[in-house]
Structure formats: C-alpha cells, structure tokens
C-alpha cells in the first residue's frame, strides 16, 4: 500500500527532528540612528555597518530617523521585534541624558533595550573663537571671572551633552557663561567662526578640521588622553579642570528581549571590529576612541552618565518640553 505523499513527509520530520533555526544573520540587519546623516554618530555607525557587512555576508543598513533629540529613532527600535534585525546606534544624549530631561518618552528607558556593546567614546574639544581673546583655559577662566556673564558660548541645543559638559565646566571652575543655544551643531559651529559666540565644545570629529586650519583655536578636549587627532591640545586635566572629563560616547543596543545568543555573537562581531586596523584607522581620524564593552559596562557606562548629568539637568531645573 501507498503512503500518502503527506504522511511521507510528516515521517520524515519526525524521523529527522525538527528542521534547524537559521544562522543569524540570514538576511540584511539595521541599523537605526536617531539623528542626521553625517554626525559623528551616523559616521560611526556606517563604518563599523561596513565591517560588519563583509563578515556577516549579509547588508548591514543604515537608517536615520532624526527627531526629538534621538527619541523617534529610540522609540523605533524599543517597538521592534527582538530578533536582531533591528538594532540601535545609540549615544549618551539618547540613552542617559533624555531620561532626565524629557518629562516623558514613549517607551521605559529603564527596560526598553538590551545593551549589546559600546563601539567608541567621543570626545570633545572646547574651541573659542579666533578674535576671542583667551588662548588657554586658564586665561578663559581668568577672562570669565574679570567679565561674569558676559561670555558666550554656542550648543547644538538645550540639554545635549555638549549644554551639559558646558554646565559641568561652570561648576568646576566657579565660573557663569550665557548660553547660546542653536537648533545643531552646523549653525552654532558656523557663529562660532564668524564672533558671533566666543566658545563651543564640540564633539572632536567636528572641530578638529577647523582648528587645523587656524579657523578655531583648540583650548582642551575633555578626555583622559589627547586625541590623536589634535595631538597639540592638551586634555581638560592637562589645563587645570580636575574632573572636567566629558563628551558623548557611541553603543548598540537592540530592543528588550532580544535573546542571549544574538547579544553575545554581535558584541563579540562588533569587538573584533572596532579592534580591525582599518576601522580602527577611520574612527581615530574622525577624533574617536574606539573602544568595545561587554554589554555589563555599558550598562554600567549609561547608569554612571544618568546620575552624573541628571544631576545637572536636576539643579540646573532645566527640561524639554
């Protein structure tokens, strides 16, 4: 007698087990980042996205989503499915200062994502306008000090962490600024040049071109270490500020859930990325420090950041609505 052709099969199945789960990954992954195209985050994410690409086999997109100071871009990843084709390029305004400052966000930051690995730290470099007089933070100090209030200095916006490293120098050096804040980088970085504004901190990637040119004047970059790509300026500790260490810093995290094989083959891929030559190549010459986590100390990295500039945005009163 004849098996039916349907039976045959379902035979078969049993016989063999069930047909295996596909490698990950098996088709093209993304990469969402929450801001412009062309920042220090965006260019970040697509130089590691390419690594990534030749090792997988597989597209690994880039997609900005802009707005709301990372949030769409956030919420996006935090509504998808935690199967890893959606991921977050994240940084420390999206994942440790907009809890803070924002009086609600769409999705519990708290629980939202799983941490995977930070892919780099930016620094920043506090700049002054050529015709600024100071050429030094100790003359900045000593300049605010004898004109209180009467110095300005340029953000990419109330509440980033470019505002928040600003407020951080006020309070270690006993000093007040006025805040000028601009709708991005570009426009406070253009005023800047042209006097409009005396001092910016900026992320390196930003200014360093600038300031290799004599557009800007390099005071300090708010790291442990000089940048590789400005040698010449010293670190904010180097110029007196103890504690002044600052900047933002770039991760990927993926949605809540997201299972425990796929966070440690990714953060194991994105570690020997950021540790390959010439990723590593690119990410120095854009002013960042490459540097790998495991998904532990990143977490730990975005609690630690919380408490510091919460702490801030909490005594400064400060809040986007």
Same mark, same amino acid.
């Given at each position: 007698?004849?098996?039916?052709?349907?039976?045959?099969?379902?035979?078969?199945?049993?016989?063999?087990?069930?047909?295996?789960?596909?490698?990950?990954?098996?088709?093209?992954?993304?990469?969402?980042?929450?801001?412009?195209?062309?920042?220090?985050?965006?260019?970040?994410?697509?130089?590691?996205?390419?690594?990534?690409?030749?090792?997988?086999?597989?597209?690994?997109?880039?997609?900005?989503?802009?707005?709301?100071?990372?949030?769409?871009?956030?919420?996006?990843?935090?509504?998808?499915?935690?199967?890893?084709?959606?991921?977050?390029?994240?940084?420390?305004? #999206?994942?440790?200062?907009?809890?803070?400052?924002?009086?609600?966000?769409?999705?519990?930051?708290?629980?939202?994502?799983?941490?995977?690995?930070?892919?780099?730290?930016?620094?920043?470099? /506090?700049?002054?306008?050529?015709?600024?007089?100071?050429?030094?933070?100790?003359?900045?100090?000593?300049?605010?000090?004898?004109?209180?209030?009467?110095?300005?200095?340029?953000?990419?916006?109330?509440?980033?962490?470019?505002?928040?490293?600003?407020?951080?120098?006020? /309070?270690? #050096?006993?000093?007040?600024? #006025?805040?000028?804040?601009?709708?991005?980088?570009?426009?406070?970085?253009?005023?800047?040049?042209a006097g409009h504004v005396d001092i910016l901190f900026a992320s390196v990637l930003e200014g360093s071109g600038f300031i290799k040119t004599g557009k800007l004047k390099g005071l300090a970059v708010t790291h442990a270490k000089r940048s590789p790509a400005l040698p010449e300026v010293p670190t904010i500790g180097e110029a007196g500020v103890k504690g002044g260490e600052s900047g933002s810093?770039?991760? /990927?995290?993926?949605?809540?859930?997201?299972?425990?094989?796929?966070?440690?083959?990714?953060?194991?891929?994105?570690?020997?990325?950021?540790?390959?030559?010439?990723?590593?190549?690119? /990410?120095?010459?854009?002013?960042?420090?490459?540097?790998?986590?495991?998904?532990?100390?990143?977490?730990?990295?975005?609690?630690?950041?919380?408490?510091?500039?919460?702490?801030?945005?909490?005594?400064?009163?400060?809040?986007?609505?």
């Amino acid at each position: 007698m004849r098996i039916p052709r349907a039976l045959s099969f379902a035979a078969l199945v049993a016989a063999c087990g069930a047909a295996p789960a596909q490698p990950y990954p098996s088709r093209s992954v993304t990469f969402i980042v929450p801001f412009s195209p062309g920042g220090g985050t965006d260019i970040s994410a697509r130089t590691v996205a390419a690594k990534l690409t030749s090792k997988w086999g597989q597209s690994v997109v880039v997609e900005n989503r802009a707005g709301a100071g990372g949030i769409l871009g956030a919420d996006a990843v935090a509504r998808a499915k935690p199967d890893g084709y959606t991921l977050l390029i994240a940084n420390v305004g #999206t994942q440790s200062i907009n809890p803070t400052l924002y009086p609600k966000l769409p999705y519990d930051p708290d629980h939202a994502f799983a941490p995977i690995s930070l892919i780099c730290e930016l620094p920043f470099v /506090l700049m002054a306008s050529p015709s600024f007089p100071p050429s030094s933070v100790k003359e900045l100090v000593a300049y605010v000090k004898a004109n209180p209030g009467k110095v300005t200095y340029a953000s990419s916006g109330l509440g980033g962490s470019p505002h928040l490293t600003a407020e951080l120098f006020q /309070l270690l #050096t006993g000093t007040t600024l #006025t805040h000028i804040p601009y709708k991005g980088g570009g426009p406070a970085m253009t005023d800047l040049m042209a006097g409009h504004v005396d001092i910016l901190f900026a992320s390196v990637l930003e200014g360093s071109g600038f300031i290799k040119t004599g557009k800007l004047k390099g005071l300090a970059v708010t790291h442990a270490k000089r940048s590789p790509a400005l040698p010449e300026v010293p670190t904010i500790g180097e110029a007196g500020v103890k504690g002044g260490e600052s900047g933002s810093w770039i991760a /990927l995290l993926g949605p809540a859930g997201l299972p425990a094989a796929i966070v440690s083959k990714v953060g194991a891929d994105v570690k020997e990325a950021v540790a390959a030559p010439e990723v590593q190549e690119k /990410l120095i010459a854009q002013g960042a420090v490459p540097q790998a986590s495991t998904p532990a100390e990143l977490q730990a990295l975005i609690d630690a950041d919380r408490e510091r500039y919460g702490r801030i945005i909490r005594d400064k009163k400060l809040k986007v609505e």
